[in-house]
């Protein structure tokens, strides 16, 4: 039997599973099979909490987008990540550190559920990206548009455009682009004031989520270095609003809620039973 908890940042939607004693194993098959919405759990991305294998960490977080890819990093899920461990008095530490894939992360859970999570520093240099272009600008031309590109544990691409109605097929160049050997996030960014932009984001491996929160970071700290938009800056997605603050160390806070929607259980035979 497999226990689980179905969370949710701003509508990004996550399966959340209690790893610590590493008996649970699911293939790229089997993660994909209940990220389907009509013949599984569904979710965007399968979130599970590990014991860690650093001294300067309290667990694990390990990330698995619908299609069954692992990830380095999802800020939505973080704050989901925090709560959980909370809620399921795994830890009563707070604030928590937590390893990933991409370095180590803090999460501080408040009062009223909402979660800082201090991203890390954004890496602009190609090669950390990764970004198949040598030199290291401000935009880049990736498929006849230009973008700024970063990594904030993982790779984004950031348009700033005045509609953002009509996005997939853009996305769907940029993402199939050999610029990005691993693919690539995609925001969609719209200035609305200095004080707020609008996005909307299509992610790698899931397709366009009603909130992104590495690529609220990303299209926050373009915004902001870019002189569009002061620090902080909200961001508004179509699941609601995140906070971005870059701190005067260059590293990136994200500040927003977290959702518990209900626990459930799955037995094996849940998890292979339909045919594709």
């Not at 926050?220 to 995140?242: E, H, T, Y």
């Amino acid at each position: 039997m497999i226990y689980f908890t179905k969370m949710h940042g701003l509508g990004n939607d996550f399966a959340v599973i209690d790893n610590i004693d590493g008996n649970v194993s699911l293939s790229t098959d089997e993660i994909r099979k209940l990220s389907d919405r009509r013949f599984g759990i569904g979710f965007d991305q399968l979130l599970m909490v590990e014991s860690s294998t650093s001294k300067d960490a309290d667990f694990r977080y390990v990330i698995f987008n619908a299609d069954g890819s692992e990830v380095n990093q999802c800020g939505n899920g973080a704050r989901c990540f925090a709560l959980y461990v909370q809620k399921k008095n795994l830890s009563y530490k707070n604030p928590l550190s937590v390893e990933t894939n991409s370095g180590i992360m803090t999460l501080t859970i408040n009062s009223d559920d909402s979660v800082l999570v201090e991203m890390g520093e954004p890496n602009f240099l190609p090669s950390k990206i990764p970004l198949n272009i040598n030199e290291t600008t401000s935009e880049y031309m990736v498929e006849g548009f230009k973008v700024g590109a970063l990594s904030i544990g993982n790779p984004h691409a950031v348009l700033i455009l005045d509609d953002i109605t009509d996005i997939n097929s853009t996305a769907l160049k940029i993402q199939s682009s050999k610029n990005f050997p691993e693919g690539v996030n995609v925001g969609f960014m719209k200035i609305l004031s200095k004080d707020e932009v609008q996005l909307r984001v299509v992610e790698r491996g899931v397709g366009e989520t009603l909130a992104c929160g590495s690529g609220a970071c990303a299209a926050g700290v373009v915004a902001i270095q870019k002189r569009w938009a002061q620090n902080p800056v909200s961001v508004l997605m179509d699941g609601g609003m995140l906070t971005i603050n870059l701190t005067p160390q260059g590293s990136v806070e994200l500040l927003g809620p977290a959702e518990w929607i209900f626990d459930g259980e799955l037995n094996a035979s849940q998890i292979s039973s339909h045919e594709e």
